[in-house]
């Protein structure tokens, strides 16, 4: 009965420390542990980016400017948007630069000066039309990190427009 009892404590014992091998990032270490693992991830972190951000960036030619998003904004086209922004996207994926929230604070963000472009502070969104947004996911930025994203199709750039509206 005792070697039985032995046995079965050995068996919950194991059980444990298999279990929090295979659990995922540790919460012991508190909130830097947990930014540590998911910048790692290149989602970001929880916070904001800087509001508002003041850029002197090239507009785009006036045939493009004053382009408006022509895609409604349905749950197929958003889901689409939110998909390229992710995962999808080629070079790299839009959140590795802006986060998962696109407040600016991607996994890339601490080496990129300029900072990466915080979507999420309608301040500085205001004043972008979709045709200047269109043009530098297009072409790119020179002066910050901003690539050119010439492989992707237009249909796929206002996808991702309108998920950042």
């Not at 444990?16 to 542990?33: D, F, N």
Request: glycine share 10%; charged share 15%; aromatic share 10%.
């Amino acid at each position: 009965m005792f070697r039985l009892l032995k046995l079965f404590i050995l068996i919950i014992v194991f059980l444990v420390y298999v279990g929090e091998a295979y659990s995922g990032p540790s919460v012991r270490h508190g909130l830097r542990q947990y930014r540590q693992h998911d910048m790692h991830h290149s989602m970001g972190h929880a916070g904001k980016g800087s509001c508002p951000q003041p850029r002197f960036t090239v507009l785009a030619p006036d045939g493009f400017l004053k382009l408006k998003n022509p895609l409604v904004p349905s749950s197929e086209n958003l889901i689409a948007g939110e998909a390229f922004f992710h995962t999808d996207a080629q070079p790299t994926a839009c959140k590795v630069c802006h986060g998962s929230v696109g407040n600016g604070m991607g996994m890339m963000a601490p080496g990129l000066n300029p900072p990466p472009r915080n979507f999420t502070c309608a301040t500085t969104m205001d004043e972008i039309s979709d045709g200047q947004m269109f043009w530098i996911i297009k072409n790119g930025s020179s002066g910050t990190g901003m690539l050119a994203y010439k492989s992707l199709k237009d249909q796929h750039i206002w996808q991702v427009i309108l998920y950042l509206r």
